[in-house]
Structure formats: structure tokens, C-alpha cells
T-cell receptor
Framework: QKEVEQNSGPLSVPEGAIASLNCTYSDRGSQSFFWYRQYSGKSPELIMFIYSNGDKEDGRFTAQLNKASQYVSLLIRDSQPSDSATYLCAVNSERNYGQNFVFGPGTRLSVLP | DGGITQSPKYLFRKEGQNVTLSCEQNLNHDAMYWYRQDPGQGLRLIYYSQIVNDFQKGDIAEGYSVSREKKESFPLTVTSAQKNPTAFYLC???????????????FGEGSRLTVL
């Protein structure tokens, strides 16, 4: 059974703080990992992707991957009220001739001014 | 501008009616997907297609049908057999991973279906 798990939140942090979002997955064959941000009533937009163990930084965002622990996280530094959204973790493994994305339920982040 | 276009954005349906949601992409992507999202929940896969004239059931295909006659188009029909169709429907596409491709999903803006 393929599963991706996230804390549903809401996770509340003050403006300027670091927000830490966590995701675990069950399929050891998973190869690529994505973080999407979704504002209420809108479609998801890609924030970060990561393939290799370790950290990957892009501006205020850092994705961390630990395949041995089957764990991927997203850190948001200097959180802004505009970061308030639901963050979806997606895990991808190639099966047969295609790709298979599995999404977690999302973590709702609230950044308080 | 390349992207994915879904229509209609909002749709109301009476019980017992079939409705078709349109999804068109000009990204030249091979793979296309339909997801359903219920309030406060993640995305659940309905159907996906890796190539023209081929598609596979996802986790919640019952009560839905699709076609893939053209690379650019992947319409979803919500049939009367779908017992609880009120939801937010998202179409997505991807080129695939490997090389310079990230394998990410690109999403349309979504279609919100309400059953009256």
C-alpha cells in the first residue's frame, strides 16, 4: 500500500520564524519528491523537488530528503503571511512505462503577522 | 504561453446527469492525469494516460470515464454512477523524468463541480 503521510495542521508560526513541514512515505521504490503549495480554492503550484539524499535550497525554501528513514521535509525561513497555504507532499515512483504520483493529505500553514 | 486549460471553472449538475470536464494542454506533455480533491483532503487519482489512445484507472475510477484521442486533450466524464461527485477536479500533465526533465506535475486551474 503506497502511502504518504503529513500532519494536517494547522501549523501556526509567527512572521519571520522558520516553518518546518514533514512528510513520510511508505514506498521504498520512490524516486522523486515534490512539495506543492496550494492556496484555498486554487490549484497546486510547485515549490521544490528533490531526488537525492541531503538538502536542497532555493531562496527561503529548503527541502531535506532521507531515503533511509523515508522522510522528506520542507523548511521555510523568514515565514511571511503570504506563505499561509496548504503544503502538499508528493512522491513519485516510476512503474512500468509511466509515473505514479502519490500525494499526502497536506499540512495547513498559518503565518501570523 | 504554455499551460493547461480546464473548463468549465464551475459546473452545477442535477443528480442523474453525466457531465464532461475539459482539459487541454499545449506543453507537448505525454502524460496527463485527473485528480479529485475533497475539502481538507489531498489529491486522489481518478485516471491517468501516458500516451494517446491509452489510459489507466487510478485509485477512485468508479463512476468516471476518460478518453485520450489527442495528445493535447484528456476529457473526464463524471457519470450518474458516481455517487458523490461534488468536488474540486484537477487536471495535470507531465513530461516525465530523466535528463533535463524534473518529472513534476503541472496543474490546470481546476473545475469545481456541485451536484444539486
Amino acid at each position: 500500500q503506497k502511502e504518504v503521510e503529513q500532519n494536517s495542521g494547522p501549523l501556526s508560526v509567527p512572521e519571520g520564524a522558520i516553518a518546518s513541514l514533514n512528510c513520510t512515505y511508505s514506498d521504498r521504490g520512490s524516486q522523486s519528491f515534490f512539495w506543492y503549495r496550494q492556496y484555498s480554492g486554487k490549484s497546486p503550484e510547485l515549490i521544490m523537488f528533490i531526488y537525492s539524499n541531503g538538502d536542497k535550497e532555493d531562496g527561503r525554501f529548503t527541502a531535506q530528503l532521507n531515503k533511509a528513514s523515508q522522510y522528506v521535509s520542507l523548511l521555510i525561513r523568514d515565514s511571511q503571511p503570504s506563505d499561509s497555504a496548504t503544503y502538499l507532499c508528493a512522491v513519485n515512483s516510476e512503474r512500468n512505462y509511466g509515473q505514479n504520483f502519490v500525494f499526502g493529505p497536506g499540512t495547513r500553514l498559518s503565518v501570523l503577522p | 504561453d504554455g499551460g493547461i486549460t480546464q473548463s468549465p471553472k464551475y459546473l452545477f449538475r442535477k443528480e442523474g446527469q453525466n457531465v464532461t470536464l475539459s482539459c487541454e494542454q499545449n506543453l507537448n506533455h505525454d502524460a496527463m492525469y485527473w485528480y479529485r480533491q475533497d475539502p481538507g483532503q489531498g489529491l486522489r487519482l481518478i485516471y491517468y494516460s501516458q500516451i494517446v489512445n491509452d489510459f489507466q484507472k487510478g485509485d477512485i475510477a468508479e463512476g468516471y470515464s476518460v478518453s485520450r484521442e489527442k495528445k493535447e486533450s484528456f476529457p473526464l466524464t463524471v457519470t450518474s454512477a458516481q455517487k458523490n461527485p461534488t468536488a474540486f477536479y484537477l487536471c495535470a500533465s507531465s513530461m516525465g523524468s530523466g535528463g533535463a526533465n524534473t518529472g513534476e506535475l503541472f496543474f490546470g486551474e481546476g473545475s469545481r463541480l456541485t451536484v444539486l
